[in-house]
């Protein structure tokens, strides 16, 4: 029986392909994406990153007329972070006291105020305070 060395050599070169593809599928990509992919420092908050906006910093000091104040606790890759409990100060007419961030890191708060004046809030983040400040406006009718 004749062989044909071309074909040993192309078979061989198909079984050499068929051990790369296998090691590439098996065992190179998954870790890659695992690396890849892996959350960094997942629910380890960062202050310099967590934000702390006003959606609304202007309202008329009647103590029924609201400003609405958003913190956002994010990681330092910039995802929220649920389940932190964040707190606002700088006025005692906020409301609530203290929130739960939710599933995108937001904690929501409102404040009434009948003296016209501006506040200068802060909030804090299971008591480390975050690095920037809001001020709110009341103003009389």
Same mark, same amino acid.
């Given at each position: ?10 078979? &061989? ?15 190179? !990509? ?10 960094? &420092? ?7 990153? =967590?934000?702390? !906006?006003? =959606? ?24 929220? !972070? ?27 708060? &409102? ?12 909030? =804090? ?11 709110? &406006?009341?103003?009389?009718?």
């Amino acid at each position: 029986m004749k062989v044909n060395k071309q074909f040993i050599v192309s078979l &061989t070169g198909l079984i050499v392909g068929l051990v790369l593809v296998y090691f590439f599928a098996w065992q190179l !990509i998954p870790k890659s994406l695992v690396t890849f992919t892996r959350a960094s &420092t997942v629910g380890k908050v960062d202050l310099s990153k =967590s934000l702390l !906006i006003g =959606s609304k910093i202007l309202a008329v000091a009647d103590g029924e007329d609201k400003c609405v104040v958003n913190v956002f606790v994010v990681d330092r890759s910039g995802k929220g !972070i649920s389940g932190k409990t964040v707190s606002l100060n700088g006025i005692n007419t906020v409301s609530p006291a203290s929130s739960v961030s939710d599933n995108l890191g937001k904690a929501t708060f &409102t404040m009434t105020s009948i003296e016209a004046r501006q506040f200068e809030l802060e909030a =804090s983040v299971n008591g480390a305070f975050l690095n920037n400040k809001l001020t709110v &406006t009341f103003r009389k009718k």
